[in-house]
């Protein structure tokens, strides 16, 4: 059973950084691409970037490019969201999230991690 535990999040001032993570546990994860996505009150659920566990291109939502980073350490299944010059808009619940390769839905989720950003 896939296990995804998110951990990192904060209460930070508009500029600071914060790095997210994702350990990830019980699948093979070469076969997934991993998410994350946040969702603030109010909003609907985005999808912020995503990252092949094996090789292949990442993706950033337009709101982050340039200011936020994912990455992963395949030897520690951990998937990271570096956040850096962090808005009061980037405000939220991230979730870290996977589906496998070849499909469109995340279907493994974890339970969300709190990113409040003050001005």
């Known amino acids: 059973q896939v296990l995804l535990v998110e951990s990192g999040g904060g209460l930070v001032q508009a500029g600071d950084s914060l790095r997210l993570s994702c350990a990830a546990s019980g699948g093979t994860f070469s076969l997934y691409v991993m998410g994350w996505f946040r969702q603030a009150p109010g909003k609907e659920r985005e999808l912020v970037a995503s990252?092949?566990?094996?090789?292949?291109?990442?993706y950033y939502a337009d709101s982050v490019k340039g200011r936020f980073t994912i990455s992963r350490d395949n030897v520690k299944n951990t998937v990271y969201l570096q956040m850096n010059s962090l808005k009061p808009e980037d405000t939220a619940v991230y979730y870290c999230?996977?589906?496998?390769?070849?499909?469109?839905?995340?279907?493994?989720w974890g339970q969300g991690t709190q990113v409040t950003v003050s001005s």
């Open positions: 999230a996977a589906r496998r390769r070849g499909t469109t839905e995340y279907d493994k």
């Open positions: 990252i092949p566990w094996s090789d292949g291109i990442k």
